[in-house]
């Protein structure tokens, strides 16, 4: 079948074979496909979807289209967790140590941050001296040493998603379920891990701001992951305010070596004690209530800290860092943000203070920009605290003098206040296996 005759049938809302999917995706590789025909393919599965038997198609085609990391032959329990991506969401760099220090492995490659949400690989570059970058071998000689290691994504892995995926950031056909579900799980099921948890992201910081949706992608990417034989489970968290008080890569850092070191931040501590104890569960089939009293032991006990410290060293960051905060580069210029109102916060535009935190230079708009590690903000109220007139909002650092009365004016356009304390939602909507 040629590639017209593909997409018209798409186009149609008819059902493509494996064999179809498989030769359009490989003729976009050889180039024998090209981006107009693809584009329009996107298109029409944007507008028409795919069921179940497409979706799980177009995963292994694009899975299979470079190396395949066999983890689970090399190790036990091994087990990955995906964020959909949130605003402060700094979770990998405390749920990794934590149940690499239960006996899991955590064998993980991220991405770069893009738009108003940061990524766990430029968290992890603020850190003096660790290498993001490894070859294959060396990745798994740390994995090895310590049970995990985090790098960036491998160029071997999905190149057939990395090509799809540029021209569905440039055709507005980003936002649709089958297309985020697949590229999503071919990664995870090319890197191997046995088990995958996954942190399903709904409200206003998150890609999914509707939470039906964000159900909707969950049972999709679990289906998809159960017919490659993975243990799956989706944990389904509420982005309406940011996570934790950091927002910014050296600031999520520090925030996250705060919590391993014992500090309570409570809907931080939450979340990661939830992912922890379902990756606990799945991998080493330990109950949840059981999984979660080891977890919060591991962090009381300083064995997670001590396995953060053991994984940074041996993927090459300078320890004196992780063991004294207060050495890591600092922006030039920090201002306050002060409450133009007296009330509770009722509501945080959080993708608007993800914006902010981009703006300052903790983020980037395009995958070349330059990420100014130390830029970022700190949060001194979130939705529900009451805020008196004058009183302190946040604090902003940056090396761009030039951008803080801009960033001051859309910070206090993304906080509404009340004069009732607000119902405060549970970071955990929902865990579904």
């Known amino acids: 079948m040629t590639a017209y005759e593909i997409i018209k049938k798409k186009r149609d809302n008819l059902e493509l074979s494996y064999k179809e999917i498989f030769e359009f995706v490989n003729g976009y590789l050889r180039n024998d496909v090209s981006d107009y025909q693809v584009s329009a393919f996107l298109m029409a599965v944007f507008f028409n979807g795919m069921s179940d038997d497409e979706t799980e198609a177009l995963t292994k085609v694009m899975a299979n289209s470079g190396e395949m990391l066999k983890l689970d032959s090399c190790f036990n329990n091994t087990v990955d967790k995906h964020s959909t991506g949130g605003v402060g969401d700094k979770t990998t760099l405390i749920v990794a140590p934590i149940v690499a220090s239960l006996g899991c492995v955590v064998a993980k490659m991220s991405g770069r941050g893009l738009g108003f949400t940061g990524g766990t690989v430029d968290k992890l570059s603020s850190i003096p001296g660790y290498k993001v970058g490894l070859n294959i071998d060396e990745f798994l000689d740390i994995v090895k040493e310590t049970n995990v290691s985090v790098v960036s994504q491998s160029e071997a892995l999905t190149p057939a998603d990395k090509k799809i995926y540029a021209l569905r950031d440039v055709t507005a056909t980003v936002d649709s379920v089958p297309l985020i579900a697949s590229s999503i799980m071919s990664k995870k099921i090319a890197t191997g891990s046995k088990s995958i948890v996954l942190d399903v992201k709904f409200g206003s910081g998150a890609f999914m701001k509707d939470k039906k949706r964000a159900e909707i992608l969950a049972e999709k990417m679990l289906t998809i992951g159960k017919r490659f034989n993975r243990n799956m489970a989706a944990v389904l968290t509420n982005m309406d305010k ?45 109950p949840l209530d059981k999984a979660e009293e080891l977890v919060e032991n591991s962090i009381k006990s300083g064995a997670a800290f001590e396995k953060f410290r053991e994984w940074i060293v041996a993927q090459g960051g300078d320890i004196s860092y992780i063991d004294n905060v207060e050495k890591f580069e600092k922006a030039k210029y920090t201002a306050e943000i002060l409450s133009e109102k007296t009330g509770y916060i009722s509501e945080m535009d959080t993708e608007q203070i993800g914006i902010c935190a981009g703006l300052l230079g903790a983020g980037r708009e395009n995958y070349n920009d330059t990420v100014d590690y130390s830029a970022g903000i700190i949060l001194d109220k979130k939705t529900g605290d009451f805020v008196n007139r004058k009183e302190r909002l946040c604090r902003i650092f940056t090396n761009d003098k030039s951008v803080i009365q801009d960033i001051k004016d859309r910070y206090i356009k993304a906080i509404s206040f009340s004069d009732k304390r607000p119902e405060i939602n549970n970071p955990i909507y929902k865990i579904i296996f």
């Open 242 to 286: 940011p996570l934790g008080f950091a927002i910014g890569n050296n600031l999520e850092v520090i925030e996250a070596i705060n919590l391993l070191k014992g500090e309570i931040i409570p809907d931080l501590y939450e979340e990661c004690v939830t992912l922890a104890s379902v990756m606990l569960n799945l991998s080493k089939q330990i």
